[in-house]
């Protein structure tokens, strides 16, 4: 059987070939993603290899992890989880953007002489061990 691996300073992780395939089917419009489809099917090897310079594939990680696919060697620990055994966490504001809940507090003179200005934000999600050592974090968004 095929399998999928990408290494990060604190995480080995690692796929089937094919649900890394499915997952990128359904981003198949994306240019990279085409390009990591045909990269893929190209190799005979057992174990294939992804570059780490293909920063992009650490989106795919997280859309792998989030339906419970493949397993995770954390670096730290030194113990394999599979993906269901991992505890994900938010980064930033959260996960998503549209459950962003800010509490203004604003004084009458503020809001009669001034408008409100916007606050930058950013959010993400990120998955960590067991133990608590963290393998992934990715800000997905920005405002």
Known sequence: ???????????????????????????????????LIKSLTA???DVIEIPQEKKSFLYLILV?????KGSVLCKTCGREYQAS?????????GENPLKVKLRYRESLLKR???RQKRVPL????????PEGHELIGLVTWRT
């Open 85 to 93: 055994e991992l505890e994900s966490f938010p980064i930033g504001a």
């Open 112 to 114: 009669i002489l001034g």
């Open 64 to 68: 792998l992890l989030a339906s419970n």
């Open 43 to 45: 190799q005979s090897q």
């Open 1 to 35: 059987m095929k399998t999928v691996r990408f290494e990060t300073s604190d995480a080995i992780f690692q796929f089937t070939y094919e649900a890394v395939v499915e997952v990128l089917h359904n981003r198949a419009s994306e240019d990279e993603a085409t390009e």
């Open 122 to 129: 950013f959010g993400g999600k990120g998955y960590g061990c």
